[in-house]
């Protein structure tokens, strides 16, 4: 076999190789661009401070913060009754829920009020008469009895008057509590009452 045939294929690859080795010598270099990130667009709204009310389930017992039984101070018979004072009836604090006749408490007061009277001046009275009979002690012109009956009157009509003002007092308080009203602001639960009924001190006439 001849030489040159070795040779052909040699040179070729040769060749080949020798391309190739230049081609990638002389290739431009390709520089690295950095990539920009996308952000995702959003919209953004300012928030606003807002009363909201929430709604809660639940189970469990309801009870009045404050429950008290209508109870008259007085007794008598019974004139006027509120129409709130119905069982579920609503009502204000102070507002009148029923009355009783006051017609023999009102007298009462009268004559408290006369007790009162005649008792103050009977008091100035003796209050006159003892300094009267001090002013006789001292120039000795009166007895030492006459002295001691006049301090005594003095402390005897003292002490009416303080009871007669003791007992107009109380007749003001029971004219007063004629008028029955509402110890607070609420509700009626339940209720017994009515007009003309006669209703006695210290027994429950309604539930509040």
């Known amino acids: 076999m001849k030489p040159s045939h070795f040779l052909y294929p040699l040179g070729i690859l040769f060749a080949s190789a020798i391309g190739a080795f230049l081609l990638i010598a002389t290739a431009p270099k390709v520089e690295s661009v950095p990539t920009e990130k996308s952000l995702p667009l959003v919209r953004t709204i300012q928030a606003q401070p807002e009363d909201v009310l929430w709604t809660v389930r639940s189970q469990g017992t309801v009870a009045p913060r404050t429950e008290s039984d209508l109870i008259p101070e007085v007794s008598g018979r019974v004139v006027w009754v509120s129409p709130k004072l119905v069982s579920g009836g609503f009502f204000e604090f102070d507002e009148p ?61 003292e002490a009416s008057l303080k009871a007669a003002k003791s007992q107009l007092g109380v007749a003001q308080r029971d004219l007063a509590r004629t008028e029955i009203r509402a110890p607070f602001e609420g509700r009626v639960r339940n209720e017994d009452i009515d007009v003309g009924q006669f209703v006695s001190r210290g027994t429950p006439v309604a539930t509040l």
């Not at 009102?106 to 009277?117: I, S």
């Open 97 to 157: 829920l029923l009355r009783i006749d006051d017609r023999d408490y009102a007298a009462a007061l009268a004559r408290a009020e006369a007790d009162v009277a005649r008792a103050d001046s009977e008091a100035q009275h003796a209050a006159s008469e003892l300094k009267r009979q001090q002013g006789l002690a001292r120039s000795k012109a009166n007895s030492r009895s006459q002295l001691s009956d006049a301090l005594r009157a003095d402390r005897v009509t």
